[in-house]
C-alpha cells in the first residue's frame, strides 16, 4: 500500500529548466508545483472533509446529550438504537479510512517527492552555475542550502495541508455549527477571531524575517566550518587552531543571538495566547450558559459550547505554532533562494552546437579579461596554434597564463576579443563539447572522494577496465596503486583516496589525474604545471609517456620549470597580461630578452617571479 502512494509522483520526471527562476518566493515555489496539482487538490478536500466530521462529533455531542436527557431510559435503545449503530459503524471503520487515506497522501505521497523534488532540480540548477559563480561563495553554505531549503518547503506544504487548510475549513464550520445553534453564540467567537488573527498577523510579520537571519547565520556557519575542515592541512601547518576556533565562534554566537531573538517572538505569542484562550472559554460558554438559564438554549447547545471550547483551546495552540513554522520555514526558503534562484550567468548561445574538432587549431584574437582592479588578467593578447603544435606558455605569476586557460575552457566569458577552435567560436558551441574536447592536469589536482578506478574513469566513463589499467601504467601509476588500502578494507583501484584525494601524496595524485586524461583522450591538450608535484625519477619517466601523449594533439603547456617545455614547438612569453615574446627555445635565448634572463637565472629548473604577485 505505501508504494503505492509513494510512486503516484516521480520526482525526477522531465521538466523544462531556466537559466532565471522567479525571484519572488511563491513563484519560486509554484514552478515546483505542477507534478502535485491534483495530489494538492485531493490532500486539500480531504482536509476538509476530516475537519467536518470532527465538528460534526462535537454537534453529535450536543445532540446525544439532549436526547438522553429527554428521552426515557427504556425507550432510548428502541427509538435512537439504529441511529447509534450507525455512528458507531462510521467511527470504526469509515472515519479511520479517511483519517488514514488524508495521511498517506501527506506523508507518503507529496511529503518525500516533493522534497527530493526540490532538492533535485536545484542541484541541477547549482551544477549548470561556473567556476566563477562558485569561486564567489563558501561550498559548505552552498550545500547547506541545497539541504536545508528542500526540507523547509517540505515543511510548508505539510502545514498547508495539515494545518491551515484543516484550520480555515473548522473555523467556518465552528461558526456554522453556533450559527445553528443560536446566532447569537456567534457574538463571542467573531470577537475572539478577531483578536486570534491580530495575534496571528503579528507573530507572522515578525517570524519570517527572523526566521530568514536565523537561518543565514546557520548557513554562514555551515561554511566557515566546513571551510576550516576543508582546509584542516593548513590549518594545522600554520598552528591556527585557536584563530580557526574563534573565527567559528563568531558565527556560533550570531546563530545564537538570532535564534535568541526568533525565539522571543514565540514567547510573546504563547503568553498571548493562553490570554486568548481563557477569552475564549468565558465568553463562549458562559453566553451559553445566560441562554441556557434564560430557557432560551438547550443542555446539548451548551454541551456543544464547551466541546467546541476545549478543542478549540487546544487547537489553537497547535494551529498557531504550524502558521508560524510555516512562515518560519517560507524564511528559510527565502534564504536559501539567495543562492538557488541566482541566474545562471554563463550560458550556452541559444543557437549552440557540439564543437566539431577537426584539425584542432586555435587562434585566440584580441583576447582580454580582468578579476577586478589590480588583480591581473589578459590586455588584448592575440596568438594562434596550429593544428598539432606544442606551444609552452611562461611568465612570471599574474602575468596571465591561468587566465588564458581558463577562457580556452570558457570557465568565464572574456570582456572583449575571442577564441577560436577549427573556426568555431567557442561562445557559440555547447560548453560540454567545449570541455569534452579539452584534456587538462592542472598543478593541484584534487581527486573526487571515490575510489582510484571511479577517478580515472572520469577522464571516460565508458572505458574498459583494460583501458583504465593500461592508462594507469602509462602514468606511472599502477605499481602505487596496486599497494593501496583505505580503513574500509578496500585496496588497489577499489580504495577510496579521500577528500580532494587527501589520503594520497602530491604525486600520486598528480599521476591519476595523468592517467584520467590519458583515458580522455582529447585531441586538445593544456597542462598547467603537469609534472610539478613529482620527483625526478618519476618526472623523468612520465616525461617521456608524456611526449608521446602529446603525438597528434595541440598542445598548451604552462611552465615555471622552463627545461620540461625546451623542446616545445613554440615558446609563447607572456607578462602583465601581454604577449611579449614567441618563438622556439634557442630562439629565444639568442634574443636575450625575458625568457633569456629567467633561464640564466633558473635555479633547480624553477622560475622565479619578476613581478608583483597578482591573481591569475
Known sequence: MFRKFESLVDPYTPYQETDAPPQRLLPFLWTFVPPFRRLFVVSAILSVAVAGIELWLIWYLGRLTDFLSETPRADIWSIHGLELIAVAVFLLFLRPVIQAFDVALLNNAIGPAWGTLIRWRTHRHVMRQSVGWFENDFAGRIANRIMQTPSASNEVIFQVFDAVTYALSYAVGAAILLGGADPRLLIPLLL????????????????????????????????????????????????????????????????????????????????????????????????????YLSGQATVGIVVAAAALVLRLSAMTGWIMWAV???????????????????PVALTDAQDAKPLRVTEGRIEIDGLSHHYGKDMGGLDGISLTVAPGEKVGLVGPSGAGKS????????????????????????????????????????????????????????????????????????????????????????????????????????????????????????????????????????????QKTLYGMMQGKTVIAIAHRLSTIAQMDR??????????????????????????????????????????????
Open 192 to 291: 475572539w477571531l478577531g483578536l486570534y488573527a491580530g495575534l496571528m498577523v503579528w507573530t507572522i510579520r515578525r517570524v519570517g524575517p527572523a526566521s530568514k537571519a536565523s537561518s543565514n547565520a546557520r548557513s554562514e556557519l555551515n561554511g566557515r566550518v566546513v571551510d576550516g575542515y576543508t582546509n584542516i592541512h593548513a590549518v594545522k601547518m600554520f598552528a591556527h587552531h585557536d584563530r580557526e576556533i574563534a573565527y567559528a565562534k563568531e558565527a556560533i554566537e550570531n546563530v545564537r543571538q538570532t535564534f535568541a531573538r526568533e525565539m522571543r517572538i514565540y514567547t510573546i505569542m504563547d503568553g498571548s495566547l493562553t490570554f486568548l484562550n481563557g477569552l475564549l472559554t468565558v465568553g463562549l460558554v458562559g453566553w451559553a450558559l445566560v441562554l
Open 324 to 342: 508560524t513554522n510555516l512562515f518560519q520555514q517560507l524564511g528559510v526558503v527565502a534564504e536559501g533562494m539567495q543562492t538557488l534562484s541566482q
Open 403 to 542: 587566465t588564458l586557460v581558463k577562457l580556452l575552457l570558457r570557465f568565464y566569458d572574456a570582456e572583449a576579443g575571442r577564441i577560436l577552435i577549427d573556426g568555431q567560436d567557442i561562445r557559440n558551441v555547447t560548453q560540454d563539447s567545449l570541455r569534452q574536447a579539452i584534456g587538462m592536469v592542472q598543478q593541484d589536482s584534487a581527486l573526487l572522494h571515490r575510489s582510484v578506478r571511479e577517478n580515472i574513469l572520469y577522464g571516460n566513463p565508458d572505458a574498459a577496465e583494460e583501458a583504465v589499467l593500461a592508462a594507469a601504467r602509462q602514468a606511472e601509476a599502477h605499481d602505487f596503486i596496486q599497494g593501496l588500502a583505505d580503513q574500509s578494507g578496500r585496496s588497489g583501484y577499489d580504495a577510496q583516496v579521500g577528500e580532494r584525494g587527501v589520503k594520497l601524496s602530491g604525486g600520486q595524485r598528480q599521476r591519476i589525474a595523468l592517467a584520467r586524461v590519458m583515458l580522455k583522450d582529447a585531441p586538445i591538450l593544456v597542462l598547467d604545471e603537469a609534472t610539478s608535484a613529482l620527483d625526478s625519477e618519476v618526472e623523468a619517466a612520465i
Open 571 to 616: 615558446i609563447v612569453v607572456m607578462d602583465r597580461g601581454r604577449i611579449i615574446e614567441d618563438g622556439p627555445h634557442d630562439v629565444l635565448l639568442r634574443q636575450g630578452g625575458l625568457y633569456a634572463r629567467l633561464w640564466s637565472r633558473q635555479s633547480g629548473g624553477f622560475l622565479g617571479d619578476t613581478a608583483e604577485t597578482a591573481a591569475e
